[in-house]
DNA sequence: ATTGGCAGTCTCGATCCGCGAGTGCTAACT
DNA sequence: AGTTAGCACTCGCGGATCGAGACTGCCAAT
């Protein structure tokens, strides 16, 4: 099972594998490879190279006397070396620009959008986190008066994306001083990522205690990663996935669909997509989550500007068209990223 | 199939058939009747019961030489007159009481834990509206200003629902000017609902032209019901669907997750849960949707106040403890109330 | 009105069988 | 040495068959 380098021939045969088995869903034999991909070639031939490529791990077949079926191995090394590069065809385009058309201009709206459109056209589940804001510019800073001595703190970042938490001072303070208060934060913190708030925290004197309560829980609040809800991940499209024959078993579902309604592990995975890397694609049990083993995940970064980026892609069964999805996962992360930019400003 | 009135013995019968259908599954017949629920009469006697109940449509038979299965009629009478109620269990209430322990203090987060909690101890797909804002009161507005023309309108009602809106004016104004006006709107407006500042709007010169382009867009942007998100009802819990053997069938199971992820059609069937009623119980066919033709919905509200409400329920199939899921959801229900109550101050 | 008895109905699961698709091997051929 | 035709063999799948079991409906007796 070791790195074995493919000749030529057995390239285009692995591939021609690959082709057929994406459409049809069933495993493809010798005849059929013959007649439709290699007419110079016959099965006998085609079975040798069969055997080889089996022997090799990068085809399998089901049973004995079935035709062969790709592995994990043999669709990484078609997406590594084999696969086409495609594009999205004018229609794909047209219902994603058509989709965006009707989004709302805030950042949540954009990405339920994104999550939504892409989930329609690779015809999968689509995942988008929230944009990591640790490195985001804040833009304005609220103070409102709750009751007593508790305080709203709204914060504005970058692409208008709003938090707010919750704050108990220690005397009760008015709404005019809250507001003073809000006024010279404004002009304090406006245009500074909460790294630098933070590094400028201890330049406040000891007397300046409540500033620096508020500022401690501003930082805290852009840290966490969550916004206002709970759930990280974004997903849209679990309706595709039924139409899959791979998931007429309802227990496969019931695994991924776990993974899907509680998020933490999901966000541990997409944390981890490299953002300089154009389209990552995880295949199978390349995945860590057992959940996962009969899925592949093709995933890519968006970005609202230089500081402020997620992850978004789809997850689908391994039999899947990559190069159709990874064209189309690539177009809809990049409109995403033409329309968060000027939210920004 | 008109309204017969069932005398006492046929009703004990069509609830033990339920009781019995609704834990096992399985077609009950005559013979287990009498074994588990009727010793002192024989399975011929309840046989002839039974054909009573198929004739006037509260029983069917798959098949004939199987036994019988409620009709969406019995369960109907079932869940009018028969119904013993029931209350959460200790250990029930204990898990909802340590689920909201954790959830954040934002209305958002809590309707979430909601959600989430409700599909866990129903074990079916729970459903959360997000708050009806159109008679809340405003707490709080600040205005934002981005490139050039652009205001960003940041709005906090009761609750600390922040609402958010991007308004273009029609002349250049500086932070210095929209805070000001933000601190005059704010005296203005606090405290007040959408409708009572619909009616004060024409009270204004045509001189305070800006003011009145901002108070119309804050209007529009309470009723308009959906948040910063587009998706209109919150649901948890797919994954419990999955276990009960009627989804065995992936078609069904399509139908219904189409009806979820888009949500407004959805939507409107629980904007139509009357505030007075209790809890609404919608069973099978009752329903419009024909996605909805093999589910039962159990519906209630909560409230934030008096003014600020949303609806709370499950959807799971018509085979279902409503006893249990009942007392169940008006316990989150309750819970929830309780937990959105204070935050309105 | 209730009940025991009984014949009749229908589903479900197991078993069996034959078809067809596809393979691996061998021997012949280029 | 690589390629190919031929062939025997394997195995899954779908359909047909069949018997067991579960219930029923009906009838006559209580």
Redesign the interface.
Same mark, same amino acid.
């Given at each position: 099972m070791e790195a074995t380098p493919l000749d030529e021939r057995k390239q285009q045969i692995l591939k021609a594998v690959i082709s057929d088995y994406t459409v049809t869903g069933v495993p493809v034999g010798s005849q059929v490879l013959a007649a439709k991909y290699f007419i110079a070639l016959s099965s006998a031939t085609i079975r040798n190279e069969l055997a080889d490529l089996v022997g090799t791990g990068y085809l399998q077949q089901p049973h004995t006397s079935a035709g062969r079926v790709p592995t994990d191995r043999g669709y990484r090394y078609f997406v590594d070396f084999l696969m086409d590069p495609e594009a999205a065809s004018p229609t794909v385009r047209r219902t994603v620009k058509q989709a965006f058309e009707t989004a709302?201009?805030?950042v949540?709206?954009i990405l %339920?959008?994104a999550a939504m459109v892409l989930a329609q056209i690779t015809e999968n589940v689509s995942l988008v986190t929230a944009p990591e804001t640790s490195e985001a510019r804040i833009?304005?800073i609220?103070l +409102?008066s709750? %009751?007593s001595q508790s305080v709203?703190i $709204?914060l +504005?970042l970058e692409g208008?994306l $709003?938090k707010?938490t919750?704050i108990r001072l220690d005397r009760a303070t008015s709404q005019d001083d809250l507001?003073r208060m809000a006024?010279m934060l404004n002009r304090k913190v406006k245009g500074q990522t909460a790294d630098e708030l933070l590094s400028r925290l201890s330049q406040l004197g000891p007397d300046r205690d409540e500033q620096r309560q508020i500022l401690e829980r501003v930082i805290e609040s852009i840290s966490t990663h969550q916004a206002?809800?709970?759930?990280v991940v974004l997903h849209?499209?679990?309706?595709n996935l039924?139409?899959h024959p791979e998931? +007429?078993e309802?227990?496969r579902? %019931?695994e991924l669909?776990?993974l899907l %309604?509680q998020g933490a592990q999901l966000a541990g995975i997409l944390q981890q997509v490299a953002f300089d890397k154009d389209v990552e694609i995880i295949i199978g049990r390349e995945n860590t989550s057992s959940g996962l083993r009969e899925c592949s995940l093709v995933l890519t970064t968006y970005k609202m500007d230089e500081r402020v980026r997620g992850t978004i892609g789809v997850i689908g069964p391994t039999r899947m068209h990559y190069g159709q999805v990874v064209a189309r996962v690539r177009l809809v992360s990049q409109a995403t990223s033409e329309l968060l930019g000027p939210l920004g400003?």
């Open positions: 709302p201009r805030s949540e709206g %339920e959008k833009k304005h609220d +409102v709750l %009751e709203l $709204i +504005v208008n $709003i707010q919750v507001s006024a206002q809800r709970q759930s849209d499209g679990v309706r039924l139409r998931f +007429v309802v227990n579902l %019931e669909l776990e %309604e400003n």
